[in-house]
């Protein structure tokens, strides 16, 4: 078992050792050097930079940092400066809710702001309801709304999958048309698909069949048939991120489109943008935010511009937005509570009327839901592109309205 | 292989005429517990947050549980996610949907991850090498897929909450579970009993034999011992041990995601375990320490941190092949 080494390597190795421990502890202490003393603002990030949502968690980093920058270059929040902590959370719950203790522990910082996936969110949530954190959730979930999660110093900035699925219908499910559905076999999924359903009933369409797919499954072919066996007037693919570019694009080589109409729950910009514009022509989603609104809202157009102005020409997308409109009113409304105190913040918010990106939004009093506008687009033919930014068309503005969402009765909430 | 087990360092005492390295090492033996749990009394104030020396604790706990298997017993499981999660589900759902205090739904956690175990166990104790890897694999499989379907108990896909920890009330003493600091001790002191007891085990005569079957199987057969059966208490202890960090690991997170249960989560403790030194006392927990250290903090610098994980690895495999401690523990003992 033992080797013989010559005396050189064993020197080498053990001066390694101890350069590595040295250089280690150096490292760890680090953090608590650089730690800020003053009257900073803190704001907690975490989203997943890596993983299958990374391409969307990128640009909320972006447009939070952006939101941190004019607020900063207006002064700041009561005198104050505001900084923006941003943690990888991996896309897993258990890393979150650590990444989540570690920013209240150990960064003290002032409210969380972050993450995209329902699970994930759910397990901030839990951490920062016991500790009393402000917390504003920028992943589309309609679990959080219910009474079972809320939390005073939660609110939702996000669409919820109810108000999603609610506008797309109405604007492509006609009454009798036959839909069969796509689904990621995960809560998104679920709760996508439980929302389509229930506006079908409303509409009176019918369902002709629905298909669940394993999350991140690359190969979509042995769905295709099956759905077009179907006989549909809707398919109706409800996934996200890269999953939902695999699977149009898939249906689209099996030569769907002839025969249906593709429709999304939500119509994802950086899809799109990567898998072009033949395989999305044509198709129909949902979306919280797209920059051509800016030919109508003017706070679309200021947003728009500083995005321009920060990111070398680049525009906003979709989820990159909810990353500004997350981040910004919870400043507004630090603003108006004239610091960070939790209750003040808390009441600020349920307060606020802000109109920073989209139109106008506010909290519903119940289960602090965001109320704003919903999106309808679609996909413009490649011809029909007046950029490469040029990329889909507003069929409809939905206005924002209590009435688009699940009564408080409904959500559990004492009338 | 072995490192440092009583048997063999005296023999090994004996036969060298006892030189000053045997000392040291029996030394290190002897006090192997109590030298570790002051370890671990300094690890949150030289770790950058609390939360991350909780989770070294945690992992380093069901490290330390899956080694006695692997690492003593030499039998590579696949699929002990299954007790870790066990442990941190049933502590979660007995709180949650049954209003048990805290230390009822502790010990309900450790009970049925050691009775998972012995399920477990039972069916794939017969098999080996590869085979009993596949077999603890799947039927771990199968739980990740009962708790998924299961999600009115669980949670599914959203995990399990709901169940948060605030106070720790026991025998009139009541301690603020939501400070960092206090957690750290009261799960440190889980762990401490958790490294008695398996040095006790390694210790008894029973820690011998599982020694023997690792080194050679037919011998140990051929010596009388009953080497199912002895498995299968290893695989059971190794079982509660793991069930132990589940459970700890559900009230630390106050909550349980799916992923617990994920065949990642089998893996994970492999490759700690490796890291740190397998068929060491305490390289597990030096494993779990370095691969959580390394995760953190390089995911703080960029976002290509798996680079950084992914090389360290490969690098500790290449040129350590007993782990990071057992490399340190071979070379101050000169063996």
């Known amino acids: ?415 | 292989m072995a490192v440092e087990t009583p048997l063999r360092q005296i023999r090994h005492a004996a036969g060298t005429g006892a030189g000053q390295a045997s000392r040291l090492k029996a030394a290190f033996t002897r006090w192997r517990v109590p030298l570790c749990v002051v370890a671990l009394c300094l690890l949150p104030w030289i770790l950058p947050s609390k939360a991350l020396a909780v989770n070294v604790l945690i992992y380093g706990i069901y490290a330390v549980g899956y080694n006695l298997l692997f690492g003593y017993t030499g039998l590579l499981s696949f699929g002990h996610a299954a007790f870790f999660g066990a442990g941190a589900y049933v502590t979660g759902i007995a709180i949650a949907h049954f209003g048990l205090p805290w230390y009822a739904a502790v010990a309900t956690g450790i009970l049925v991850a050691g009775l998972l175990a012995l399920v477990i166990g039972a069916l794939s104790i017969r098999t080996r090498g590869i085979y009993f890897s596949m077999v603890t694999l799947a039927l771990s499989q199968l739980v990740y897929y009962t708790a998924l379907q299961a999600s009115s108990w669980t949670g599914g896909e959203n995990g399990l909450r709901g169940f948060t920890v605030g106070r720790l009330d026991l025998a009139g003493l009541s301690v603020d579970f939501l400070d960092p600091v206090n957690k750290y001790y009261v799960i440190m002191l889980f762990a401490a009993a958790a490294l008695w007891f398996v040095s006790r085990i390694l210790n008894s005569p029973f820690g011998a034999v599982i020694e023997a079957i690792r080194e050679n199987e037919v011998r140990a057969r051929a010596c009388g011992y009953d080497v199912e059966r002895t498995k299968l208490i290893a695989f059971v202890l190794s079982g509660l041990i793991c069930g132990l960090a589940g459970t700890l690991s559900a009230l630390h997170l106050a909550i349980v995601p799916l992923d617990t249960l994920h065949y990642n989560t089998s893996g994970l403790v492999v490759m700690m375990t490796l890291l740190g030194g397998a068929g060491s006392f305490f390289g597990p927990f030096v494993g779990a320490l370095v691969f959580l250290l390394v995760e953190d903090v390089a995911s703080l610098w960029t976002s290509h941190w798996q680079i950084i994980v992914g090389s360290m690895f490969i690098l500790c495999v290449l040129f350590l092949p007993k782990g990071i401690w057992g490399t340190f523990i071979a070379w101050r003992t000169g063996r």
């Open chain 1, 1 to 415: 078992m033992s080797e013989v080494k010559d005396g050189l390597f064993k020197t080498t190795s053990r001066r390694a050792v101890i350069a590595g421990i040295g250089a280690g502890t150096g490292l760890i202490a680090m953090p608590w050097v650089a730690r800020a003393q003053g009257e900073t603002i803190r704001i907690g990030f975490p989203t997943p930079l890596t993983g299958a949502f990374a391409a969307e968690a990128r640009d909320q980093v972006k447009s939070a940092e952006l939101a941190v920058k004019l607020i900063n270059d207006k002064g700041g929040v009561a005198g104050r400066k505001v900084e923006l902590l941003v943690r990888d959370d991996k896309l897993n719950a258990g890393e979150a809710a650590t990444r989540t203790l570690e920013l209240i522990e150990k960064d003290k910082v002032h409210a969380i702001v972050g993450a995209l996936s329902s699970a994930v969110q759910l397990a901030v949530n839990e951490v920062t309801r016991a500790r009393g954190v402000i917390y504003v959730s920028i992943s589309q979930s309609d679990t959080i709304n219910e009474v079972k999660d809320f939390s005073r110093f939660t609110f939702h900035e996000a669409l919820n999958p109810h108000m999603t699925t609610a506008a797309v219908a109405k604007h492509t499910f006609k009454p009798g048309s036959k839909v069969a559905y796509l689904v990621a076999d995960y809560a998104y999924g679920h709760e996508m698909l439980r929302g389509f359903k229930r506006a079908q009933a409303a509409i009176g369409a019918q369902s002709v069949g629905e298909i669940l797919h394993p999350f991140g499954a690359a190969d979509y072919s042995t769905f295709m048939p099956r759905l077009r066996s179907m006989r549909p007037d809707i398919l109706c693919i409800c996934n996200f991120g890269r999953d939902q570019a695999n699977a149009i694009k898939q249906a689209v080589d099996f030569g769907m489109k002839q025969q249906m109409k593709i429709v999304v729950p939500v119509l994802l910009h950086n899809q799109r943008l990567a898998i072009g514009p033949d395989a999305f022509e044509g198709v129909v989603g949902g979306a919280n935010y797209y920059w051509g609104l800016e030919r109508t809202i003017a706070s679309a157009k200021s947003f728009n511009d500083a995005f321009r102005a920060a990111n070398g020409g680049a525009v906003p997308t979709d989820y990159g937005a909810y990353g500004f409109t997350g981040v910004y009113s919870l400043l507004l409304a630090m603003q108006a509570a004239g610091g960070t105190e939790t209750d003040k913040v808390a009441k600020a918010l349920e307060g606020l009327k802000y109109d920073i990106a989209k139109g106008p939004q506010s909290y519903r009093a119940c289960d602090h839901q965001s109320v704003q506008s919903v999106l309808v687009l679609e996909s413009k033919k490649k011809t029909d592109m007046k950029s490469d930014m040029d990329l889909f068309n507003v069929l409809v503005e939905e206005a924002g309205s209590e009435a688009a969402l699940r009564s408080c009765a409904e959500l559990g909430f004492p009338a």
